[in-house]
């Protein structure tokens, strides 16, 4: 080959090894850029107190709870469809399942899923999506009520007026209360302050409650003496509800609450 063939061959590939080198090195640096962007979001975008899952069977039930609270929207199966009733049985459905047991016995895991539930409300109130919020905050309580009475006994049953409350009041100062005081950073602390001043509502859990969605200042509402688990927002309320609260809760949050009291009081003397 002529020389100045072979030279002209010789400086077509090193173009050519330039070309390439320089798109490896464009390639690199949009790598870093992507890089170094997750890392300030890491940094800046705060997760409320939820750390990325270091435990699968956890993220696995959170996921897998969610998908049955929209299944259970989706197959609007329910008698009447009320947003406690689609939580409620995804709850259900997700304490029936075997493969989850360990999570149900753990208050460690359990913890893990109340910071979880605790961020998404917090996420969704910050964007104003105060439906799904409500949603989110209903099953940090839930989980938070389960550990305190089934896991810890430090309690004889679940809070369930507070669990209602959460999902079912209209106002927003309850959802925002709740949320701020359990997560560790200040993210809600503005918009606190702007709802702090509305009035707490309650819910009548007389189902006939002439009040409009049954929702009442919370401040003047009864509560059922017996089980503490019911809040009305009159005596004639109370007295309509009782054949059905008695029944449907009242006579099993009594027995609970005195199987405790009997046991702490045991506990009491042995010392
Ligand atoms: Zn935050
Ligand atoms: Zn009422
Ligand atoms: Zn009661």
């Known amino acids: 080959m002529p020389s100045r063939k072979r030279a002209q061959g010789k400086a077509r590939m090193k173009a050519k090894a330039m070309a390439k080198t320089k798109t490896a090195v464009a390639e690199a640096a949009t790598n870093q850029q992507q890089e170094l962007s997750s890392l300030m979001q890491q940094i800046y975008m705060c997760n409320h107190g939820h750390v990325p899952w270091q435990v699968d069977i956890c993220a696995k039930f959170a996921s897998e709870l969610l998908n049955e609270y929209n299944a259970t929207i989706n197959r609007g199966d329910s008698p009447s469809p009320s947003p406690r009733t689609h939580t409620i049985k995804s709850l259900q459905a997700m304490n029936s399942k075997e493969e989850y047991s360990e999570v149900w ?5 359990m913890k893990l899923l109340v910071a979880y539930f605790l961020s998404l409300g917090t996420k969704h109130a910050t964007e104003e999506n105060m439906w799904a919020a409500r949603v989110y905050a209903h099953y940090a309580c839930f989980f938070e009520e389960y550990i305190a009475s089934e896991l810890n006994n430090t309690q004889a049953s ?12 209209s106002d927003d100062h309850t959802l925002i209360s709740y949320l701020k005081h359990r997560i560790p950073c200040t993210c809600l602390n503005e918009m606190y302050k702007q709802v702090k001043s509305t009035k707490k509502m309650g819910l009548c859990f007389n189902e006939h409650c002439s009040h409009p969605d049954r929702m009442v200042d919370r401040d003047t509402m009864l509560n059922c003496t017996r089980c503490r688990s019911a809040n009305y927002c009159s005596r004639e309320c109370q007295v309509a509800d009782w054949t059905r609260h008695k029944k449907m809760l009242c006579d099993e949050v009594a027995k609970a609450i005195a199987s405790f009291n009997f046991k702490q009081n045991s506990k009491l003397s042995q010392i």
């Open 158 to 169: 679940m809070n369930r007026a507070k669990m209602v409350e959460l999902l079912c009041a």
């Open 105 to 109: 016995n753990d208050a460690g895991k």
